[in-house]
């Protein structure tokens, strides 16, 4: 039913944790996404997967590291938060129409990240 | 760089009537552009897309144009409800990249 799904809704964590954020998307596309929606509402992309190769990767820190072990799937870990961490976290997934570029994209619900 | 821009930032309308939210980016060289609807505490819902080659697209009581050469597309939205306030964004894809805009939060008052 759900076309893209994130867990967990909430994570409530403290400094120094590392914590994983799950995304399924079950509409048999090849590209998915790991976004970052700040305190103002900006979107911005992190990671990009196409046929779980490693398409776009913005300037994060590499305390962010995704994990694609189908296509279907694209988890994002994360290692020692620390507060500047706090945000929501949005999956998403296109299909592409050729060799990176593509088409229109379907969200995930969030994840909203607390770090204490 | 690319650079995405919505103006007004929020916009507060009486109901029934019809509104033009903006979108404007620097970088014409675009693959295409989508509008989405956000509620408050959801994720994102796709509106409408539009491919660079495209001049409008339309769903039901929305219209969004595109004008590369000026960098602009309109989201229009005739005879608005109560049920239509939410944040709107646009997003430009230049192939492998995306960036979004910083939306435009809608109140439409009964």
């Known amino acids: 039913d759900t076309a893209v799904s994130q867990t967990p809704k909430y994570l409530v964590t403290q400094m120094g944790n590392d914590k994983s954020i799950k995304c399924e998307q079950n509409l048999g596309h090849d590209t998915m996404y790991w976004y970052k929606q700040d305190s103002k509402k900006f979107l911005k992309i992190m990671f990009s997967y196409n046929n779980k190769e490693l398409i776009i990767n913005e300037t994060v820190p590499n305390r962010f590291s995704p994990k694609s072990p189908d296509k279907a799937h694209l988890n994002l870990h994360i290692n020692s938060l620390e507060l500047g961490d706090s945000a929501v976290y949005f999956c998403?997934?296109?299909?592409?129409?050729?060799?990176?570029?593509?088409?229109?994209?379907?969200f995930g619900p969030g994840t909203r990240l607390t770090v204490l | 760089k690319q650079e995405v821009t919505q103006i007004p930032a929020a916009l507060s309308v009486p109901e029934g009537e019809n509104l033009v939210l903006n979108c404007s980016f620097t970088d014409s060289a675009i693959y295409n552009l989508q509008w989405f609807r956000q509620d408050p505490g959801k994720g994102l819902t796709s509106l409408l897309l539009i491919q660079s080659s495209q001049r409008e697209q339309t769903s039901g009581r929305l219209n969004a144009s595109l004008d590369k050469s000026s960098g602009r597309s309109t989201l229009y939205i005739a005879a608005s409800q109560p049920g239509d306030s939410a944040t709107y964004l646009c997003a430009v894809s230049t192939g492998n990249q995306f960036y979004f805009g910083t939306g435009t939060s809608l109140t439409v008052i009964p």
């Open positions: 998403a997934s296109s299909q592409a129409d050729r060799r990176y570029s593509y088409n229109e994209q379907f």
